[in-house]
């Protein structure tokens, strides 16, 4: 697979043209954005990991018949995905009240949720992602209501998958957003970008310490050695890393999958 001019710059990552017109290269960098861009780092090691962790997920993901871009990883920094039109919409479900939800709405922190709540958001960094309801969706036809209808399904399917196998690993899953696109050969909806510490909130099951983008957010540090904990728990972390192990609780069970 010849790799080919970049077609998109985003804030984490990189899309390349290939020689084949429905696939492209993800190139997963190290830069780190919050608060729409307001704040910037670059964070060693980040891409790599948030590579090896997205691949971990979406292939268990398609493993449970949720079809994804994913084709395969190619190298420490790309995989080889499938042309999609992206749908301009951020799907946000949570489990636990924490971030926004909580400014906005003033649900206290740490809330357990009756059950999973979606939130929508327009992809639109010069409007702040704003939130968006079904109604806007449908009203501006960004998706019919059988399309809605399907993600949103799909969203519950993959936090209930997520959720236990998180689970599984000592590990809670707070929130997270996916997106999803058409592809171009047959518009077909699934799911695309990237599953990742960047894009979740996952709390140690028995300290509630962050293992996300929240110790970035937050100016918690030990930023990529949180990342590594949760590679190192989904067993795809060799342990020969030389990123020193920082000192989270043990996980309750660790399921360890060998990496290929
Ligand atoms: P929020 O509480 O800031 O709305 O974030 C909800 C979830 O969505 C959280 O897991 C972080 C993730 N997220 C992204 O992946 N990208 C974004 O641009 C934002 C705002 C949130």
Redesign the pocket.
């Known amino acids: 697979m010849k790799k080919g001019k970049k077609l998109y710059e985003g804030k984490a990552k990189i899309i390349f043209a290939t020689s084949d017109k429905n696939t492209v290269i993800q190139h997963f960098k190290d830069d780190a954005t919050a608060f729409n861009n307001q704040k910037k780092a670059n964070i060693d090691g980040k891409g790599i990991l948030n590579n090896r962790i997205s691949e971990h997920l979406l292939k268990s993901l398609s493993e449970i018949g949720i079809k994804n871009h994913l084709i395969k990883r190619l190298n420490m920094r790309e995989q080889l995905v499938e042309l999609v039109n992206i749908i301009p919409i951020?799907f946000?479900i949570?489990n636990i009240a924490?971030?926004?939800?909580t400014k906005r709405l003033g649900i206290e922190e740490g809330t357990i949720l009756d059950y999973p709540l979606i939130?929508y958001?327009l992809k639109d960094d010069k409007l702040g992602?704003p939130i968006i309801s079904r109604e806007h969706i449908l009203n501006f036809k960004w998706l019919n209501l059988i399309e809605l209808d399907l993600i949103n399904e799909q969203c519950l399917r993959i936090n209930d998958y997520l959720q236990g196998l998180f689970r599984g690993i000592g590990i809670k899953l707070?929130?997270?957003?996916v997106e999803f696109g058409k592809t171009k050969s047959n518009e077909t909806i699934i799911l695309a970008d990237e599953i990742s510490p960047?894009?979740?909130?996952l709390w140690d099951q028995e300290t509630d310490k962050k293992l996300?983008?929240d110790r970035f957010r937050k100016d918690l540090g030990n930023i990529v050695e949180a990342y590594q904990e949760v590679a190192r728990r989904l067993g795809i972390l060799h342990e020969q890393s030389n990123i020193r192990p920082i000192k989270f609780s043990k996980p309750t069970a660790v399921k360890i999958k060998k990496s290929k």
């Open positions: 951020e946000v949570r924490t971030g926004s939800l939130e958001c992602d707070v929130d997270f957003k960047d894009t979740c909130r996300d983008k």
